[in-house]
């Protein structure tokens, strides 16, 4: 799939989300690409909703680190050898984080 086909797909499922008309994003494409664009955007709304509210759905968080940020966690990861990335010392300092003001979770 071209990378124009993949952003209507998730424009599509973004507009069944919202209950707003998406045929307008089919215009023009052969009917066959149509009916695939629909049927896999109907799999994404699927998903989103199956997951909607699930307090187990690991949420996505994107965030800028300046430079010393970045070094900072470098020198962590050197100091625990199991966390391998940003993301896992980042998790680290906020299970510890919590611990220290809330107790064991």
Request: glycine residues 6%; positive net charge; charged residues 25%.
């Amino acid at each position: 799939m071209c990378a124009d086909h993949h952003n209507r797909l998730h424009a599509i499922a973004l507009r069944l989300q919202s209950g707003k008309p998406h045929y307008d994003l089919l215009a023009g494409e052969p009917a066959g690409h149509a009916t695939k664009l629909l049927e896999l955007a109907t799999n994404v709304y699927n998903a989103w909703s199956a997951t909607k509210g699930d307090p187990n759905k690991p949420a996505l968080v994107m965030l800028r680190l300046t430079g010393q940020q970045k070094s900072m966690i470098e020198k962590l990861k050197k100091v625990y050898p199991k966390c391998r990335s940003r993301e896992s010392i980042l998790n680290l300092a906020l299970e510890n984080l919590y611990r220290r003001n809330f107790g064991a979770s």
